[in-house]
């Protein structure tokens, strides 16, 4: 790579306050045509008091703007009075408070780093998270500078004729030539990343939410033309969000009008702007046709996750970037707690839980490994990552366990109180919760500050004289990339008993007169920690780390018994499914290394009754949980468990297991499949989708039989579903399967749904997922096809980035999946860097695998390496991965 592509690394512990403040910014935006915007900016900025050098000069980020010129109190200022450059505009000598004027010039269509103000098919749209906005305009782009803006935009009438920006609408009005114009103004302070607009033909419908205090407030949804009816449940759900955060934390919308816009060109899933929250279609459009029931509640969390921000992130922002989780990891708690209310908690624990393993564990033990709260970045863009997302959340729901969720709740408001309009880092917000319990949270604070993923060691023993059962737990977290040795953690430990008829125990520690239920959050704070439990009757069997109540990996050496009444008997959902979790891992395990060492592949019945059982209670309990309890381990997650990955090992005996118990429940499959059949006209609501699930799981095992039966029942339900779900779920199936309905069936979902970008969508990424051999070739073949189009990054992430998932042909050992692959992400690299980085990723854990596919993947990165084009994003990526 060349010294111009060669990442810079930042350093959290180098953050100084910003030189100067800027309190307003007016901004008059002419859209003139997809290749010409011209922005003139007015910024009313003064020196900080807090910065140490008072002669500072002013210094603005810019990229990839055209300034045309720079005035101060309206005096234009001459071209050797600033210097400007590639990534910065300063003036050495400024006032201490002025107002500075520039006019700049940028082309939107050549923007396909979908950075800053670009255009999509229907119109102009933005993203400025999180270093965006320096491409509309020079500003100091950075989190902890909130002004209030008031934008003026100005476009075609006919070609744009909604013309949308953050806050409320003030004037509207008419321009010559056809032309048009709006101005809004959003009241509250906000950094720069927060701001949007959009300029563009689109459809809209209102509707309205009254909030507890009794204002009305404007709530409108944007689509482009033709999609509006698919976008009347991201409304729905905006307003249930609106309510159960009025009734959950007491906050209340506080704008006049609350805008929902629709786009299909977008980096990232949604943006919570404020009061102008952008989507990308796949998260926002819905309808039972086109969209699974995964769709629906994916859609009804991204909307609430987005509205959520607008106090978890929007009215109280981070300071800096290192601070991302203080917005990100608080609201994607707060969304979960919201999935809970709203669906089943136990199953939206199991979910959140096995992302978290497949995605974050991968991440901690591999060279992007870094903290929640990193110390160093190069590129802030390679940092919206599932440590700062779903760990975060983990350490926000570590507190809410470990103060319970009264006082969780006095944090939260001690919190807003204190913060309310500012830029702040997680410090403030773990002190918040400290100042609300009086409990000691300053080792806690180490979560933010280590990366990896702790381990405990739990040792038990039971002493039948005196009644006494004593836990020993021991934890540690192995080194990783900066930190090889780590501090002991802060984290609450929640464990239950069982007696031998699976009843629970009620837990009354030695020191204690009295027993305090049967469920107990111990609190862990040394590197060894020892808890007596006493009259205990009998041996018991510990249910521990209940409902996951610490981001860790526990090692207890449970016997097949135990582990058995644990699935059978514990009162915790997510206990009963892990227990099966373990009993399956260990057969997987074994079965590997069987395969590996030449022996025969065998399963116990045991297990396959064990999961019979399930399948017979499904009919009076909890479908959705059910389809969780009988669903296999990932391919990925099994390949952590063990010292070199072999990707074909793992497959084979996992799709074995699969095949074994479809040969012996095959019956009480095929009946629970039919007594799962839902009724009526389609509804994603919890109970209905549960059914579904579990109806299509029994599909897919009967499908492993390749039994002509099955695959008449498989395409027949293609044929009839009435939805999606159904009918994607039958079309997986038949995409794995080398039969003569496969490709026919193929063909009629696309040529039924070729009109609809999303159902496009599922289409490639079922051929991308394929386990059948020639997949490579296929999803090579794709690349070329109408339907695709590497500018699009829902396109990219449908076909490319799902087939890096596919553990067994993108890890072919010939090194074919791995050869598309760098072709890809040096094509994407020049179009798009952040999404080329995001596919560049697939390659860091090569170092896991056998020395044959280590070598392959390595090249690949040091290919990369010597490029001379390559991205600061992709080159960061490809440094930490070789090095």
């Keep these: ?346 199953v939206e624990r199991i979910q959140t839980v096995r992302n978290l393993r497949s995605q974050q564990f991968l991440e901690d033990a591999g060279p992007m490994a870094h903290p929640v709260r990193p110390q160093s970045y190069q590129q802030i863009s390679n940092f919206y990552t599932p440590t700062v997302y779903s760990k975060g959340a983990e350490v926000v729901r570590m507190i809410h366990t470990l103060l319970g969720p009264a006082t969780f709740r006095k944090g939260v408001d001690l919190y807003f109180e204190r913060h309310d309009g500012h830029a702040v880092t997680t410090d403030e917000l773990v002190q918040a919760m400290q100042d609300a319990s009086c409990i000691d949270l300053t080792q806690f604070k180490r979560w933010y500050e280590q990366s990896g993923t702790p381990r405990l060691e739990v040792r038990d023993n039971y002493d039948p004289a005196s009644r006494v059962y004593e836990l020993r737990v021991t934890q540690t977290c192995p080194p990783t990339p900066g930190q090889p040795e780590k501090l002991s953690f802060h984290l609450p430990f929640a464990v239950g008993l069982l007696n031998a008829q699976g009843q629970e125990i009620p837990l009354q520690l030695d020191e204690e007169s009295a027993p305090e239920g049967t469920s107990r959050i111990l609190s862990l704070r040394r590197e060894t920690e020892v808890f007596r439990f006493v009259q205990i009757s009998e041996p018991p069997v510990p249910s521990l780390g209940r409902n996951f109540s610490a981001p860790v990996i526990i090692n207890y050496d449970y016997t097949d018994d135990q582990l058995v009444r644990l699935q059978s008997f514990d009162s915790d959902a997510f206990n009963r499914w892990e227990a099966g979790q373990r009993l399956a891992m260990k057969l997987l395990l074994q079965g590997i290394a069987d395969h590996q060492s030449g022996r025969p592949i065998q399963f116990p019945d045991a297990f396959a009754r064990a999961f019979g059982r399930i399948l017979a209670d499904s009919a009076k309990g909890d479908a959705a949980f059910a389809a969780e309890a009988l669903a296999l381990p990932a391919e990925n997650y099994i390949g952590e468990q063990i010292e070199v990955v072999d990707p074909d090992a793992i497959h084979r005996v996992r799709q074995a297991l699969r095949r074994h118990l479809a040969d012996v429940l095959r019956k009480a499959l095929r009946t629970t499949y039919d007594a799962c059949t839902v009724t009526g006209s389609y509804r994603p609501d919890a109970e209905s989708a549960g059914r579904r699930s579990l109806r299509n799981l029994c599909l897919a095992y009967l499908m492993e039989r390749d039994d002509p039966d099955a695959r008449r029942l498989c395409d027949e339900q293609l044929n009839r579903a009435d939805n999606m779900t159904d009918a994607l779920s039958a079309l997986t199936s038949l995409a794995n399967c080398d039969c003569q309905e496969r490709v026919p069936a193929l063909a009629r979902f696309y040529e039924k749904w070729q009109d609809e970008p999303l159902a496009v969508d599922k289409w490639l990424g079922v051929q991308a997922a394929s386990r059948l051999p020639g997949t490579t070739d296929a999803v090579r073949q794709l690349t070329t096809h109408p339907a695709f189009d590497l500018k699009n990054p829902n396109k990219v992430y449908a076909l490319i980035g799902t087939f890096a998932g596919n553990q067994v042909n993108f890890h072919a050992a010939d090194g074919t999946g791995y050869a598309f692959m760098a072709e890809q992400i040096v094509a994407l690299d020049s179009i798009n860097p952040q999404v080329a980085a995001r596919m560049t990723r697939n390659f860091e854990r090569w170092k896991r695998f056998d020395p044959n596919r280590q070598e392959l993947m390595k090249a690949v990165l040091e290919r990369l390496a010597k490029l001379s084009s390559l991205s600061k994003e992709t080159a960061e990526v490809v440094t930490k991965a070789l090095f």
């Design 1 to 346: 790579m060349t010294a111009s592509s060669a990442p810079t690394t930042v350093y959290l512990k180098d953050y100084k306050v910003p030189p100067f403040l800027i309190s307003e910014i007016v901004l008059d935006i002419d859209l003139v045509s997809e290749e010409s915007a011209r922005i003139r900016s007015t910024l009313t900025v003064e020196r900080n008091a807090q910065f140490p050098i008072a002669t500072e000069p002013l210094q603005l980020d810019v990229d990839e703007l055209a300034v045309e010129s720079v005035a101060i109190d309206t005096v234009p200022l001459a071209s050797d009075q600033y210097r400007l450059d590639d990534r910065g505009l300063e003036i050495s000598t400024v006032p201490d408070a002025f107002r500075l004027e520039t006019v700049s010039q940028i082309n939107p269509k050549q923007n396909t780093k979908l950075m800053g103000l670009y255009t999509s098919s229907t119109g102009f749209f933005t993203l400025c998270e999180a270093e965006g906005f320096r491409r509309i305009t020079p500003f100091l782009d950075r989190p902890d500078v909130m002004a209030r803006y008031t934008v003026t935009l100005h476009a075609d009438r006919e070609r744009y004729p909604i013309l949308l920006a953050n806050g409320n609408l003030l004037a509207e009005g008419e321009d010559k030539g056809g032309r048009h114009w709006a101005t809004w103004e959003d009241p509250f302070p906000k950094p720069s990343y927060l701001f949007a607009i959009v300029a563009a033909k689109l459809d809209k419908f209102a509707d309205a939410f009254v909030t507890r205090s009794g204002r009305k407030v404007l709530l409108q949804f944007f689509a482009e033309p033709g999609k509006l009816d698919q976008g009347t449940f991201a409304i729905e759900s905006l307003k249930h969000a609106m309510k159960w955060d009025e009734d959950i934390y007491g906050l209340e919308v506080d704008l006049d009008q609350y805008n929902v816009v629709a786009v299909g060109d977008f980096n990232a899933g949604a943006m919570e702007n404020k009061g102008l929250n952008v989507f990308n279609t796949k998260l926002v459009l819905a309808r039972s046709d086109i969209s699974t029931d995964f769709d629906f509640k994916f859609i009804d969390r991204t909307v609430a996750h987005e509205y959520f921000h607008n106090w978890t992130g929007n009215r109280v922002t981070c300071r800096d970037w290192f601070q991302l989780s203080l917005k990100e990891g608080l609201t994607v708690f707060r969304e979960q707690q919201y999935a809970g209310d709203r669906y089943s908690p136990g």
